[in-house]
């Protein structure tokens, strides 16, 4: 059984997803899985993914959202570990291993993120690097400074399988702020840690979900959050 699986939702981005997997299939570490999970392309993802046959799971599904492919990834995972790739994003290649020996080292983290930079997907140029503070110290600044604004990406996280048995899986009536969702709910049962380096790439393209974001949502995620946070007192997380 393999210690992390990789998660790669991906709907009409095979230009893009072969760079996502070949990131991942270059990782120093090797006690992993991959699963993409296809929500229904219609370009040439799947002629992309047959050249990986033997060296990654691959799931096609109808088309229904970025929620319910995470979820089926997640259900089909063999890992103790879950580790999520947007399908045009990428690795650095020491990025597994430095969360997988931070949980090691951090047995009280539930979820562990990383620095990121940002790509424009065109010119290959970086366009910003994004090097998040350390982990923070207590649980109740660790909600705080959720509540404000997700203060890393989707692609630098990985998190226990375990997180989602208490957690509950990504909300599938949600069509944007799904990865945000799911970090608040984590809160309230796990302290986050951090890897302070740069060690994911995000691809600037402009077709990005986060683009198309209706921020009326938020407030009702973040009351919902906050409503979580008052029947489970950060004494109770681990």
């Given amino acids: 059984m393999p210690l992390v699986s990789v998660i790669v939702p991906t709907y009409n981005r095979c230009g893009l997803l072969k760079e996502a997997v070949e990131s991942v299939l270059g990782q120093t570490f090797k006690d992993f899985e991959l699963i993409v999970v296809d929500d229904g392309s219609s370009d040439k ?14 799931y096609f599904k109808e088309n229904g959202g970025v929620a319910a492919a995470r ?21 650095f290649p020491e990025k597994i291993a430095k969360q997988v020996r931070f ?3 951090n047995p009280w983290a539930g979820l562990v993120y990383t620095g990121h ?7 290959y140029q970086t366009k910003r690097s994004y090097l998040v503070p350390p982990h923070y110290k207590d649980c109740k600044s ?5 509540i404000k604004q997700c203060f890393f990406a989707n692609s630098t996280v990985m998190m ?55 921020n009326r949502i938020l407030p009702v995620l973040r009351k ?9 007192p950060c004494g109770e997380v681990e």
């Fill in 45 to 58: 993802t799947g002629t992309v993914i047959k050249k990986y046959e033997g060296k990654i799971r691959y």
């Fill in 71 to 91: 979820n089926l990834g997640v259900k089909m995972a063999a890992g103790k570990l879950i580790a999520w790739l947007d399908d045009d994003d990428f690795f």
């Fill in 103 to 105: 949980f090691q080292k």
């Fill in 117 to 123: 930079m940002t790509v424009d997907s065109t010119s």
């Fill in 142 to 146: 660790n909600r705080d400074a959720l």
């Fill in 160 to 214: 226990k399988k375990e997180c989602f048995h208490r957690s509950g899986p990504f909300d599938e009536s949600l069509r944007h702020t799904v990865d945000y969702d799911m970090w608040l709910k984590t809160a309230a049962y796990y302290r986050f840690g951090c890897v302070p380096e740069i060690l994911a790439g995000y691809r600037w393209h402009g077709k990005q979900i986060s683009t198309r974001r209706d």
């Fill in 224 to 232: 919902k959050a906050r409503d979580l946070y008052d029947k489970h």
